[in-house]
């Protein structure tokens, strides 16, 4: 049973490079999320794909952040110009089905950042 | 716009009592309601559901009804275990968009 996969788990970089992070979803799912979650809150969505289609953004998601999903299956955040606020965990999930009509989102790990 | 909030943490409850986690919602129309679950070390994973007014989501002796009357999604358990200690976000999917909206979490701590 393969889930969702993220890499890298851990990020520490350095205030203004680039870091770019990959999320792999469960094969089937045509639907894959991001969220950001920083330390004593819930998840916070940023941006959401269906199959390669980039349907809806956050108001987090500042000209900084930029994700793709070029063929529909995995996806990456790039995040430019770091800054320390942007430190926190980064999640990816994917669904079969639409979550409005209550489907389940299945969680990767995360990818952990640190800006220095 | 919507929201959800929760009851805050921690919350340490010794093995085998009653446990609620209060969360009740602001939406639109009739979303989707969920409880989230955050095990130490790994990542987040669906505990249980209801989509419309009245369901009863269920699932490792944990339960929570959606009550429209009232907004909210309350998780139960009757007799909680220290395997049970985790963060429990409770969570809304909207009608109009396909993201999830989440509480900011509650961390219960079950001491033997």
């Known amino acids: 049973d393969t889930g969702v996969s993220q890499d890298p788990r851990h990020k520490i970089t350095k205030r203004g490079q680039n870091v770019t992070f990959r999320c792999d979803p469960i094969?089937?799912?045509?639907?894959l999320y991001w969220y950001r979650q920083t330390l004593g809150q819930g998840p916070e969505f940023l941006t959401y794909?269906?199959?390669?289609?980039?349907?809806?953004k956050s108001r987090l998601l500042s000209d900084r952040f930029s994700a793709e999903r070029p063929k529909g299956s995995f996806s990456t955040l790039e995040i430019q110009r770091t800054e320390q606020g942007d430190s926190a965990m980064y999640l990816c999930?994917?669904?079969?089905?639409?979550?409005?009509?209550?489907?389940?989102?299945?969680f990767g790990p995360g990818t952990r950042l640190l800006v220095l | 716009g919507n929201s959800v909030t929760q009851m805050e943490g921690p919350v340490t409850l010794s093995e085998e009592a009653f446990l609620t986690i209060n969360c009740t919602y602001t939406a639109t129309g009739y979303p989707s309601l969920f409880w989230y679950v955050q095990y130490p070390g790994e990542g987040l994973q669906l505990l249980l559901k209801?989509?419309?007014?009245?369901d009863k989501g269920s699932n490792k002796g944990f339960e929570a009804t959606y009550r429209k009357e009232t907004t909210s999604f309350h998780l139960e358990k009757g007799s909680v275990q220290v395997s049970d200690s985790a963060v429990y976000f409770c969570a809304l999917s909207g009608t109009s968009y396909d993201k999830v909206i989440f509480g900011p979490g509650t961390s219960l701590s079950v001491i033997p």
């Open positions: 209801a989509t419309k007014a009245d």
């Open positions: 094969s089937e799912h045509n639907r």
């Open positions: 999930a994917s669904s079969p089905r639409l979550v409005r009509a209550g489907e389940t989102q299945y």
């Open positions: 794909f269906q199959n390669e289609a980039q349907l809806e």
